[in-house]
């Protein structure tokens, strides 16, 4: 994203590959923690409540996951800090209960509804997805969640539907980076209606059988894993139903680099940087990144006819 630390470069990027390897031979351990997630080793990630009755949902990878513990240290979550390790420091101080996520705009039944009753809302499902980072990071996490496209049946979209918007938290008390003007708050989200009823698409309440950790976004939050991972708007307050696309947070921060669709793309770079090769957290070599992060079966066909330079 825009702002970049130099521990967020990874080692193999800023020496010359030799060395690198050379010195990974003498110094194993330290290279290791080079390119580890920022795990704090005092700040043991703790676990939360366990969701019962998860059954078992489709599109799930057999990709190794990524550990639980880079899972819940390694975020982004802005209204946190923008360093990796900022959200699960401070994010104790969100409050994911009592909570309501209001669904309103061009539906004919809108509603809010109390988080407690979205979770029971449909049958909760387990879905290994691959994340990618813009950044050029990425991990694997069974994530626990219901399809999206179940709670747009019951509000009933009109015919003007033709966009979504997904609201974030606004409370700098409970989010207090929120003081801070590194975005434009509350954080905002956007997709397509037929992306947003896409099968893949989820709203998810927990990772690893678990419920959502406040840094990952408790309590409910998005999930497009052919998107990069800034679509995925955490702690989300507000699902709108709106005829124009939103602008989302990060297109009023840097329109020239971030656009309404932000799919994965390897052959579309960033301004800034190449986006064909990413590192998968935890693992030492780079690997390709696939087209629609590898989910080109389910979604090249909402694309159809584009110009995905264009619509980047
Ligand atoms: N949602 C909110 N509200 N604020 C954020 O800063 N960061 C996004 C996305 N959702 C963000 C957000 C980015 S850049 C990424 S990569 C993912 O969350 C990271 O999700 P994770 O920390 O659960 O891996």
Redesign the pocket.
Known sequence: ?RIIKPSDIPASEITPREIYLNRRQFMAGVAALAIAPAVSASSEPSHGQKFMDIKTGPYSTNDKQTPFDS?TTY?????FGTGKDD?AKRAHTLKPRPWTVSVEGEVKRPKVFDIDDLIRFAPLEERIYR?R?VEGWS?VIPWVGFPLTELIKQVEPTGNAKFVEFV?LLDPKQMPYQRSSVLDWP?IEGLRIDEANNPLTLLAVGLYGEVLPN???APIRLITPWKY??K????IVKIRFVEKPPITSWMRAAPNEYGFFSNVNPEVAHPRWSQSRERRIGEFFKRDTLMFNGYAEQVAKLYRGMDLQKYF
Do not use: D, I, T
């Not at 975020?75 to 209204?79: C, G, L, V």
């Not at 995925?232 to 702690?235: L, N, P, T, V």
């Open positions: 994203m899972v975020n982004n979550f802005y209204e959200p994340l980072c991990m974030s954080y840094q990952n976004g991972g800034f995925s708007a955490k702690s």
